[in-house]
Nanobody, 119 residues
Framework: QVQFVESGGGLVQAGGSLRLSCAAS????????MGWYRQAPGKQRELVAGISTGGSKNYADSVKGRFTISRDNAKNTVYLQMNSLKPEDTAVYYC?????????????WGQGTQVTVSS
């Protein structure tokens, strides 16, 4: 069972930046596509960004041009650089193995990291 530990969230004003990190356990990290997901109160969890094993990236339309996903296989870590943050980016952010265009591989999630963007 893979475990995920997210960090880097916080309170930031609109227009600000944050960098999220997610450390994954296990020896198969480099073999899996990874994704960042978020869930706002009263809303379903959604894929924000994904990165393949080869480094190909995909983004939700709402974050294109503002967020950048990256990975470091040597550290079993995936990152999310978030710039030009908006109040609607407020949510708890999670990482997981990415499956298909919007799905995830494990139903056991980490604790997530809270991102709050004030207007």
């Amino acid at each position: 069972q893979v475990q995920f530990v997210e960090s880097g969230g916080g309170l930031v004003q609109a227009g600000g930046s944050l960098r999220l990190s997610c450390a994954a356990s296990g020896s198969t990290f480099r073999l899996n596509a990874m994704g960042w997901y978020r869930q706002a109160p009263g809303k379903q969890r959604e894929l924000v960004a994904g990165i393949s094993t080869g480094g190909s990236k995909n983004y939700a339309d709402s974050v294109k041009g503002r967020f950048t996903i990256s990975r470091d296989n040597a550290k079993n870590t995936v990152y999310l650089q978030m710039n030009s943050l908006k109040p609607e980016d407020t949510a708890v952010y999670y990482c997981n193995v990415a499956v298909g265009p919007t799905g995830w591989g494990y139903d056991s999630w980490g604790q997530g990291t809270q991102v709050t963007v004030s207007s």
